[in-house]
């Protein structure tokens, strides 16, 4: 059973940028995986998705520009990181990992077809 543990949230001023770390039991090969995350009173969104091992992305529109998705080179640890960050982007961030998926196309942010999640990590943005 994959498991998936997010660290690096917490209190950032506005025009900070974060690192927020996604970290798994074992190696994600062949998996797509995603940064989600939710605001309050707000329904989850989908912030960017990794896939292993080609490497391909996606990011949200809110995002594009700001963000940056990476993985380690074991493949055990995806990284969001976030610069030039906005009130709006107080949430707790999730990850999550699709077994043999991909992150192109229109259903990368669809969270049925994430098969495992973690349990977030609350980003707060205020002065």
């Known amino acids: 059973q994959l498991q998936l543990v997010e660290s690096g949230g917490g209190l950032v001023q506005p025009g900070g940028s974060l690192r927020l770390s996604c970290a798994a039991s074992y190696a994600l090969d062949y998996y797509a995986i995603g940064w989600f995350r939710q605001a309050p009173g707000k329904e989850r969104e989908g912030v960017s998705c990794i896939s292993t091992p080609g490497g391909g992305t996606n990011y949200a529109d809110s995002v594009k520009g700001r963000a940056t998705i990476s993985t380690d080179s074991a493949k055990k640890t995806v990284y969001l990181h976030l610069d030039t960050l906005k009130p709006e982007d107080t949430a707790v961030y999730y990850c999550?990992?699709?077994?043999?998926?991909?992150?192109?196309?229109?259903?990368?942010?669809?969270?049925?077809?994430?098969?495992?999640w973690g349990q977030g990590t609350q980003v707060t943005v205020s002065s």
């Open positions: 999550a990992a699709d077994i043999y998926g991909a992150c192109y196309g229109n259903s990368w942010d669809r969270e049925s077809k994430y098969d495992y």
